[in-house]
């Protein structure tokens, strides 16, 4: 489990649809867990969650939001 101390830590930066995040924060909120404490952990699991069908999906995203350019995939 990490336990860097908060100088080591470093910052994640997302802009996500009102949707997801409300998705994040609500259902952490209802777990009693942090947004950041959800991350840090799914972050030493990425390679076992990121299956191919997640990936073509990440991937169909991220190029929509490129075609729409920048201010409107806020």
């Keep these: 489990m990490p336990t860097d101390t908060p100088a080591a830590r470093k910052a994640l930066h997302a ?3 009102t949707e997801s995040h409300n998705a994040w924060h609500d259902t952490c909120a209802g777990e009693g867990v942090s947004v950041s404490g959800v991350l840090e952990i799914l972050g030493s699991r990425l ?12 991937r169909r995203l991220d190029a929509a939001r490129r075609r729409r350019g920048p201010s409107q995939s806020q």
């Design 15 to 17: 802009y996500l649809s």
């Design 47 to 58: 390679e076992v969650l990121l299956t191919d069908e997640l990936v073509r999906e990440v």
